[in-house]
């Protein structure tokens, strides 16, 4: 009794780490004596994966189920574009159209660096906490919102670390580009 | 700017997944490997509603659509377990 999971139309993709030829050819062989046919592949900057379709799934049975009818290809991905949020502190003295004008600023220097901006968070504070910047609060939505840990993990690792410290080094790169 | 390491489990490889299978947000999918509910649960926040990982897919009825798998950082032998399992027959 066959014991399957997928639909007869159904898809099968396969991650693995990036491999050489031959162990990719292992994998091909391997799905091919399951009944599949590997359609597709990709490289990507973290391994490369294949799309396989079983093969009784002729050109005729594919166009009614309405899949594309082709000849095997291969494909490159690009690496998806890396996500920043904003992180703004307005500390007393600062007004806020000045503030909002830095964070404008910010985002800018940030798509500069080839990062799409998803995201704002701004806070008023007396002034800066050395250690975490935020307060807890603002800490714990951004951790929300990345999936990291709130800040409890100050390593220089985390979004939360690191977006200030990149910051006055794009203030650096544009203080030096205005200058030269 | 180093981008963060707190970045959900399968982040990087979830959209090329989605891209290569041709996934729709009505298909029903399967993932399998050892993060296979972060996966699933990545697919939800994402829109994909009828995902499900190996703990909760169900008896096999030739249900899903897609099956994702995500065997980085496993041994070609355990694959090929995964695979019988999801398609023995």
Redesign the interface.
Known sequence: M????????????????PQKAS?NE??RL??EG???LVE?G?V????C?V?ARRREMTPVRKAAYGLPVGERRI?E?K??I?R?ILVGVQVAGVDDVTHAASIEELGLL?KT?G?EVVGTISQKRDEIDGSTVLGKGRLEEL?AI????GGRRIDG???EI??P??FR?CRRQEADRQAS | ????????VGD??I???I????CSKQHRI?VA?SKAVELMLELHRRGYARAAATAN?GH??????????????RT?KT??VA??W????
């Open positions: 066959a014991v399957e999971f997928l639909s007869p139309a159904g898809v099968l993709v396969v991650w693995v780490d162990a292992t994998l391997s799905l399951r009944g599949f597709e990709t990507h900057e973290c391994g994966a799309l494909m991905t690496p998806p890396p920043a940030v660096l990062y951790a990345t999936g990291g840990d690792d985390t979004t690191e977006g410290r990149a080094g | 700017m180093a981008p963060s390491r707190a970045t959900p990087r490889i959209e090329p997944m891209s290569l299978a041709g399967v490997g897919c096999p009825a030739r249900q899903y659509d897609v099956a994702l798998v995500d065997w980085r950082r070609f694959l090929e695979l019988d999801l398609w023995s027959s």
